[in-house]
């Protein structure tokens, strides 16, 4: 079948090898993840039929909707109900330094977004308080929003600052990172201690990032001090695990 406007793969040199002990699905899971990562297939793009494409590849229709299938649940590819398989942006691969969301996303040029959800002065909880050595019953800004990249949510990320900091307008905070924010101000990061796991999303995270209630979510907490040793900042995040994974370098113990 000759390739056609309708069906981007069909411009692809997919090929399968039935004498390869790889299972045919895998093969072609892994080919179609290339040219989304390549850049072959774009984000945005929308697939083509399964049907056409198992049948040019001579394949069941079962195989390439595996194929198709394992690439949705590893976060390239999403199924949208009347309008198709679409590719969505690669993962984002992030270093394990003392960096923001924002800034992270701005240098793989995935245009980051915010919304603010809350932006409060409230009364510290005492685990708060002591994680910022502030006094007991001391005030802080607690600040949430929600982090996008080409209008796809990516996290939930809840800070809280010790009161009178810096200026945290909503309109700025729409605009630019909150570190970018703390650098005007002057205030220098110099260390932080994260901790990072994984949990079930509740129904409202859930709805705000676009996944099922009870999806893997990655969390983050992280106690950031400036370069005096203040402790300046205090983030919990969650993330959606398919659209991030953090990168280490580990080191032989001696």
Do not use: K, W
Not at 27 to 49: I, M
Request: aromatic share 2%; with cysteine.
């Amino acid at each position: 079948m000759p390739p056609t406007d309708h069906d981007p793969t069909a411009s692809l040199h997919l090929r399968v090898d039935r004498g390869s002990p790889v299972p045919l699905y895998h093969q072609l899971a892994q080919q179609l993840e290339a040219a989304v990562t390549g850049g072959a297939l774009v984000p945005g793009t929308l697939l083509g039929n399964e049907i056409g494409l198992a049948r040019r590849l001579g394949l069941s229709r079962p195989t390439v909707r595996q194929a198709i299938q394992s690439l949705v649940d590893a976060g390239l590819l999403v199924r949208r109900r009347g309008v198709g398989t679409q590719v969505l942006h690669a993962p984002l691969r992030r270093p394990l330094e003392l960096s923001s969301l924002h800034d992270d996303l701005e240098a793989a040029g995935l245009r980051p977004t915010t919304r603010v959800l809350r932006c409060v002065t409230e009364t510290a909880s005492p685990e708060t308080a002591a994680a910022l050595q502030l006094a007991e019953g001391a005030e802080v800004v607690r600040l949430e929003r929600l982090r996008l990249s080409h209008g796809e949510p990516l996290a939930r990320l809840t800070n809280h600052l010790p009161a009178g900091l810096l200026d945290l307008a909503s309109d700025r905070l729409a605009d630019s990172g909150l570190y970018g924010l703390l650098r005007e101000a002057g205030i220098t990061l110099h260390s932080a201690h994260q901790s990072i796991g994984a949990r079930a999303a509740t129904a409202e995270e859930a709805g705000l990032l676009g996944e099922a209630p009870g999806a893997p979510l990655l969390t983050m907490r992280r106690l950031s001090r400036d370069h005096t040793g203040r402790a300046v900042e205090l983030g919990s995040h969650v993330y959606r695990a398919t659209r991030h994974s953090f990168d280490f370098q580990l080191l032989a113990r001696r």
